[in-house]
């Protein structure tokens, strides 16, 4: 495993990049419960929330839709998450996601998208171990 060498280095600008893509390819992911939670932050009726900030994935799931202007429902015109507090956990973990950081081509890959990358100082493979487990849970 890439992440494994111990030398990955990271820190992140605020940029928001990782917050924007083509509407056509990407979405957030979130489980249902955490979408729960976002809609029980902005206090809306569920109605309202799929309609307005949803795209639906299949006949029960859904994630967070991309704008028509390539970023997330939830990027503010400053480059700030207006869900913080209670953003996904794919948006906590990222970039330590396994596709991300399991081999050198997924990293230098994703360096291209998020300027954080290489920056910075070495995070300790703890940390990343830690990431990536809860990136995977649900
Ligand atoms: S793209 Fe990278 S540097 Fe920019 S906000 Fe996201 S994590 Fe931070
Ligand atoms: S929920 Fe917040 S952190 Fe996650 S992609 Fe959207 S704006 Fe970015």
């Not at 309609?51 to 299949?58: G, I, T």
Request: charged residues 30%.
């Amino acid at each position: 495993m890439f992440y494994k060498t111990g030398k990955l280095r990271f820190e992140c600008t605020g940029c928001g990049d990782c917050c924007r893509g083509n509407p056509a390819q990407y979405y957030i992911y979130a489980s249902s419960r955490e979408l729960g939670k976002i809609q029980r932050f902005l206090d809306i009726s569920e109605a309202w929330f799929r309609r307005r900030y949803l795209v639906r994935l299949d006949t029960s799931s859904f994630g967070i839709r991309m704008m028509p202007a390539g970023h997330c429902s939830f990027l503010d015109g400053s480059g700030k998450c207006r869900i913080y507090s209670v953003r996904p956990v794919q948006c906590r973990t990222y970039p330590w996601w396994p596709e991300i950081v399991e081999t050198r081509a997924g990293w230098r890959n994703e360096a291209k998208r998020c300027e954080g990358i290489n920056q910075g100082v070495v995070v300790p493979l703890k940390k990343i171990t830690a990431e990536l487990k809860k990136s995977t849970e649900d």
